[in-house]
């Protein structure tokens, strides 16, 4: 599979990841901040911005092995690894099946408990949904919890237009693929790696409760609540999130 992606900067790699139904382009602010010190590699995943579109269903395990066969052409050994809300999901899959490929790891705005029945019948039922009406459907829905407080009109118009943007069959295939995800909490335990975690204290999804499942199942945890901001702490403050992230990376990143 061969994604779209930006890679710029020097120096150590650091990839992030977007999550659903959003494209690399999520990352815009970051990768111009972290470029400064970092090679940074921002893929659109498999079925959204310029990648090619795979119908129906996308694994998590899929999407994580598109972006191992990238960094592979890329010619990278070794990287972080930074994933926000389904690709928070996709980081855990990279680091938890070759955990001696990455340096850190950053989970914003995401989960690590599988899914739940109901969640599985639920995603399903939207993804038909969207496969019938388009993209509005998932977007009405995403306006129920997305945005918290200090989300500028500004910050609404730039990433309703992306979601608008995400082709229905790619934004489908993975609701779908969602719908199978596994529980990656005996795994992360496994893991002797400093990790990021992030979250708005007004997400409507991945909230407290869920951030503190997921620092428990951490051996090296380093937790930021981005107060008054919703699912999307990259955009809503990405002043704070951005310099949080970049001393982060800075004091993890190999010598």
Not at 181 to 189: A, E
Not at 204 to 230: C, Q
Request: with cysteine.
């Amino acid at each position: 599979m061969e994604l779209a992606f930006d890679d710029a900067g020097a120096g150590p790699c650091v990839v992030l990841i977007h999550g659903h139904p959003f494209d690399r382009s999520l990352w815009r602010t970051q990768v111009k901040v972290l470029a400064t010190k970092f090679r940074v590699v921002a893929p659109d995943l498999r079925g959204f911005g310029a990648s090619p579109v795979t119908p129906y269903l996308v694994t998590l395990r899929q999407y994580a092995e598109d972006v191992e066969e990238l960094l592979a052409r890329l010619g990278i050994e070794r990287a972080a690894v930074v994933g926000l809300s389904m690709g928070g999901l996709v980081a855990m899959d990279l680091v938890t099946t070759r955990p001696a490929r990455w340096w850190a790891l950053g989970l914003v705005a995401t989960t690590a408990e599988p899914v739940t029945a109901q969640e599985q019948a639920i995603r399903r039922e939207r993804a038909d949904l969207v496969e019938r009406d388009g993209m509005q459907v998932l977007l009405d829905y995403m306006h129920t919890g997305l945005y918290g407080p200090r989300a500028t009109p500004e910050m609404r118009s730039r990433v309703d237009a992306m979601m608008a943007r995400a082709p229905v069959a790619g934004a489908a295939a993975a609701l779908r693929g969602r719908a199978e995800r596994p529980d990656y909490r005996p795994r992360l335990r496994e893991l002797d790696i400093p990790t990021f975690v992030c979250a708005g204290s007004e997400d409507s999804w991945s909230n407290e409760a869920v951030t503190t499942e997921i620092i428990d199942h951490l051996r090296r945890p380093e937790l930021l609540v981005v107060e008054g901001v919703g699912h999307l702490p990259n955009i809503e403050a990405e002043d704070a999130f951005t310099s949080s992230l970049m001393e982060f990376l800075a004091r993890r990143a190999p010598r």
